[in-house]
């Protein structure tokens, strides 16, 4: 990241700095450049290609670390985390004290959205989420105001962060929302139903789509004016959908919309895209959404996305996570294979899904090492 000799810290603000305490002037300077950043696309630099391959990891904060595990003990809970600012900010950059990652995503969960516009959510032990309630509403004063904790998070944490490190705000998409909506706890062990559902009301998910869609701009757009350089879109389960028009009516259009209305607002922010199991339907989800980076999932053949993709957007992905588990050998061998072909373009390194508990340390050191020096 850099500041723009166009930008001017104005007179008034120079006058006003003899009153303020060494603490608030600081976070005031902080404040108002990453504000010229955000309004202004010539301050904005996606990653840093000159100096080689960026790598991040999808959960790169999580249950790996046991740093993270201490810190979400003192929380109390998994959503008590989410909701302190100070602890996401502290778990957030514990990945970025051990290991060379060229960003952060900031430290939330996509179901938090749901929450807001009025369904219960509590995490159950070795059950994951459950929700209650899909009389849902969106009302943005109350959707921002429970939200803000977010917001703040990652206000804090941009403040913390070293300056040439990006901060990934994110967001579920409104299908892989909906899709929670009516499973009520795990999406995996409800597909059938989910569609069923749909199928049998389209009219009412085609409405709970739209309010979801209102949610998830909005949530992307404060999270861009809070500092977050660039944001991501997971559709954790479009590849549930099969045929092919409705995954163009509830998968690509749905989205589409979305990163329409943001980029209205941030038009110089990227925004990356993750529609995950989707196989060839990635080319025309990429071909009508229009991400500025797609990440590819570890199923997706690397060549096919290169040769079908790259050409429309910054690739990234796709290393299996399970290959983490492994051996050194196995891991210099995927992760080398997907760097030559992928390397062919500008790509970002990254996991084809979120990291696992039980990677070993160790392992993702040596990852990182051979995305860095080869």
Known sequence: MYINNNYKITIDLLLNVYILSVDKFVDTILSTYYLLQLQHKQGIIIFNFNKGIPVWFMRQAGRYLPEYNQTKFEAGSFLDLCYNPKLVKEVTLQPLRRFDFDAAIIFSDILLVLQALGSKLVFEKNMGPILSGENIAFKEVDFVKKLSPVYESIKITRQALIIDKELIGFVGAPFTLLSYLIAKQKVSDRKEYILSCINKNFGRALRLLNILEKAVELHLIKQIESGATIVKIFDSWAGMVSDDDLYKEIIINSTKRVVEKVRKVYPEIPIMAFPRGSGEKYVNYVKIVK?????????????????????????????NPSILLGGKSEIAKFSKKIINIFGKNKFIFNLGHGILPTTPIENVKYLIDIVKNG
């Open 291 to 319: 991400p500025d980076i797609v990440t590819v999932d570890y199923d997706v053949d690397v060549r096919w996305a290169q040769s079908n993709l790259a050409n429309m957007a910054i690739l990234q992905g796709n290393l």
